[in-house]
Structures are given as C-alpha cells and as structure tokens.
T-cell receptor, first 118, second 113 residues
Framework: AQKVTQAQTEISVVEKEDVTLDCVYE???????LFWYKQPPSGELVFLIR??????QNEISGRYSWNFQKSTSSFNFTITASQVVDSAVYFC???????????????FGTGTKLQVIP | DVKVTQSSRYLVKRTGEKVFLECVQD?????MFWYRQDPGLGLRLIYF???????EKGDIPEGYSVSREKKERFSLILESASTNQTSMYLC????????????FGSGTRLTVV
C-alpha cells in the first residue's frame, strides 16, 4: 500500500528565513505522481505542484522550489525568504493507479503546519 | 476558474440523524472525491466517483454512503451520525487527465452531538 510521511508536524520560522518541508513516500509502482497542496487558515486546499515519477528535475516557481529524489523516495518543498502569508498547513500527496480501471488514488500525508513569525 | 461548492460550512447534527453533505462542481469534471480531515491523521479518502452513478470505496467508507446522480453533484451520506464522525469533510474534483491536481471545496465542519 502507498504511504506518505511528513515527519514535521509543526515548524516555526521567522520571516525571511528559508524553510524546507520534508516528504517521504512509499509505493510499489514505477509510475506515480507526487503533489504538494497548501491549506491556509480559510480551509480550502490549494494545488501547488504535480510531478510524475519519470521527471526528477527540480522545479522552481518564484520563492517555491521542489526537490524530487527517487533514490531516497523524497519530494521536499523549500520556501525561500518566507513571508507571513506562507503560514498554512502543507500536504504532500502520492497518486497511483488502482484497480483494473486504472483509476488514480491519492494518498495524503498528515501535513506540516508552518508558522511564519513577523 | 473551477469551483467546488460545499453546501454548508458548519453543521451540527444529533447522534442517529441521517446527514447529507452536498458537493457541486461547475467545470464538468469526471472525478469527484470525499475526504475527511482530522488532526494528526491528514486527509483520508471516504468514497470517490469517476462517472455518474459510479462509486468506489476509499480507505474509510464505514458508516458512509454516496450518491452521484448527476455529473456535477456528489453527495456524502451519513446513514446514522455518530460522534466519531465529527470532522472536517472535504470534497474535491478533477478532470480525467489532470495535470493540475484536485480542486477542493472549502470544507464542511460537521459536529455530531
């Protein structure tokens, strides 16, 4: 069965510091997708990124960057120069095909609560 | 923008009541999902649907059922609400071939007393 582990339950940083959120996953499949979502205090999860298992290139989007390493089954997320608006719960997720229909099932980690202190 | 609307933001129900949580999406997405979110447990999949009148059990379907009579609407039903079903319920939808992940609703915080 697939599994996603986010060992960091809560992290506090001072504004402008860099912070890395860890994500480790387990799967037997060779084809899968990894995601990060942000859940601000308003409650609605917001999609940040999707990465497929064949694409190990790191991704950068503004202050956000993602480091995907298949060798260690990790998909870590770094926020550079953190801001108060980055305060949220961040979820890592893994998607793989299930059943004969090839449907995608997404398993979420338990989330990391990030607090950025002004 | 795709929008997923959950009918209630907060709901208080009594033990034993039948509870309906409604979810509607407005962008013709094939796939719809119900999750519950609890502290320390993350999001856990209750049921999902990849087509009208189709449903599949997720990881924790016990005590729940679903209905998808129309493509845009996916209802979660608590047959006989219990206090351990007090939780945040999140509905999500996605396209069949989706590069943009799920679109989530704002959630319904259900309290069963």
């Amino acid at each position: 069965a697939q599994k996603v582990t986010q060992a960091q339950t809560e992290i506090s940083v001072v504004e402008k510091e860099d912070v890395t959120l860890d994500c480790v996953y387990e799967t037997r499949d060779t084809t899968y997708y990894l995601f990060w979502y942000k859940q601000p205090p308003s409650g609605e999860l917001v999609f940040l990124i999707r990465r497929n298992s064949f694409d190990e290139q790191n991704e950068i989007s503004g202050r956000y960057s993602w480091n995907f390493q298949k060798s260690t089954s990790s998909f870590n997320f770094t926020i550079t120069a953190s801001q108060v608006v980055d305060s949220a719960v961040y979820f890592c997720a893994l998607s793989e095909a299930v059943g004969s229909g090839g449907y995608q099932k997404v398993t979420f980690g338990t989330g990391t609560k990030l607090q950025v202190i002004p | 923008d795709v929008k997923v609307t959950q009918s209630s933001r907060y709901l208080v129900k009594r033990t034993g009541e039948k509870v309906f949580l409604e979810c509607v999406q407005d962008m013709d997405h094939e796939n719809m999902f119900w999750y519950r979110q609890d502290p320390g447990l993350g999001l856990r999949l209750i049921y999902f649907s990849y087509d009208v009148k189709m449903k599949e059990k997720g990881d924790i379907p016990e005590g729940y059922s679903v209905s998808r009579e129309k493509k845009e609407r996916f209802s979660l039903i608590l047959e006989s609400a219990s206090t351990n079903q007090t939780s945040m319920y999140l509905c999500a939808s996605s396209l069949e071939e989706d590069d943009y992940g799920y679109t989530f609703g704002s959630g319904t915080r259900l309290t069963v007393v």
